[in-house]
């Protein structure tokens, strides 16, 4: 098939960047797969070998334009944010959304959305999800190299991510946190001066993001919203390391007890980590990974999708819809 994957950034991303990582994975599994891949993203990106860039000014495009720059004889157009109604309706070719965050309180799908767990398509009265995959090959693998801290990562101004609940946790127990990823540096290296052992490490990516990921003792995930999927877990779990969280939205289908330990309690938190016995075996937690998020599985589940698209099949009935959330 000849796709177009749209999402107009620069590619590849400078740093965190989870959606962006995530399109240039499945556009590797539908290269080795076969397909002829185009991405849709902002001059100066760099793609993986043998995918074809178009390039895209995401402050002013419609229909017609982009119709004007689709290769000829394109076979679907796979979008990674929504775009107006008014373009996915006049776009005359097959097409697919993936639906990366939570919709807001009757926000309107396409028809033809997928969403990142079943949680996350539940929670938008949908039934149709792809796991997010990832390529292990941009991670570390080092289970005899385990340290005695934890790691929280993730965008540290978001409060549904709840790093003031990991702080206290971890304060309260008296254990050692490592903080990476985020925003806002000088309120969080501040609120650090007065924990001697936590460190704020800021954001990171590559080997820097690997090698945190892997050493760690274990990846701590308290959110405090219906969570879509968390690429985090994933990125944690691949490289050996167990996930503690709460049990919201997707957790509770992506860390089953063999691989972490989902807690709803401030007590029960701060008992395990002054306890610090995960039952999770680091090859276990790799193991599941593999099997539930790599990325060639996740280009092979979206090529079942885009070949019932190709055949004229809507994947819902009705318009998936924002059903609404509160923290919790």
């Known amino acids: 098939m000849r796709i177009v994957l749209f999402h107009p950034v620069l590619l590849p991303p400078r740093d965190y960047g989870g959606v962006e990582r995530v399109v240039q994975w499945l556009a590797q599994g539908l290269l080795e797969r076969g397909h002829e891949v185009h991405i849709a993203a902002l001059a100066g990106s760099i793609l993986p070998l043998g995918c074809h860039l178009i390039e895209v000014d995401r402050r002013?495009?419609?229909?017609?334009?982009?119709?004007?720059?689709?290769?000829?004889?394109?076979?679907?157009?796979?979008?990674?944010?929504?775009?107006?109604?008014?373009?996915?309706?006049?776009?005359?070719?097959?097409?697919?959304?993936?639906?990366?965050?939570?919709?807001?309180?009757?926000?309107?799908?396409?028809?033809?959305?997928?969403?990142?767990?079943?949680?996350?398509?539940?929670?938008?009265?949908?039934?149709?999800?792809?796991?997010?995959?990832?390529?292990?090959?941009?991670?570390?693998?080092?289970?005899?190299?385990?340290?005695?801290?934890?790691?929280?990562?993730?965008?540290?101004?978001?409060?549904?991510?709840?790093?003031?609940?990991?702080?206290?946790?971890?304060?309260k127990a008296k254990v050692s946190l490592k903080i990476a990823g985020g925003s806002r540096p000088f309120f969080n290296r501040m609120m650090c001066w007065f924990q001697p052992h936590f460190e704020w490490i800021g954001p990171v990516s590559g080997v820097k993001k690997a090698y945190y990921l892997a050493h760690a003792k274990a990846l701590l995930f308290p959110v405090r919203w219906p969570e879509p999927f968390g690429l985090v877990i994933a990125e944690a779990l691949i490289s050996g390391t167990p996930v503690v969280g709460f049990p919201r939205g997707s957790l509770v289908e992506l860390i089953p007890p063999e691989v972490g330990v989902l807690l709803e309690s401030e007590d029960e938190w701060i008992r395990l980590l002054e306890e610090g016995t995960l039952l999770a075996d680091p090859e276990r937690c790799r193991q599941w990974a593999l099997e539930k998020f790599h990325y060639r599985g996740m280009a092979e589940n979206y090529e079942r999708i885009y070949q019932q698209i190709f055949q004229g099949r809507i994947l819902h009935e009705v318009y998936p819809r924002g059903l609404g959330w509160n923290l919790m």
């Open 60 to 171: 002013s495009f419609s229909a017609v334009e982009l119709m004007k720059i689709l290769p000829k004889g394109v076979d679907l157009i796979h979008f990674m944010a929504p775009v107006s109604e008014e373009i996915w309706d006049n776009l005359f070719v097959p097409k697919l959304l993936t639906v990366h965050g939570n919709g807001k309180l009757g926000e309107k799908f396409p028809k033809n959305s997928v969403f990142l767990s079943d949680s996350h398509a539940r929670l938008h009265g949908a039934s149709c999800f792809i796991y997010n995959g990832i390529n292990p090959d941009e991670y570390l693998f080092s289970p005899d190299q385990k340290k005695s801290w934890y790691l929280f990562l993730s965008k540290t101004h978001w409060r549904v991510k709840n790093l003031s609940g990991t702080m206290k946790f971890c304060r």
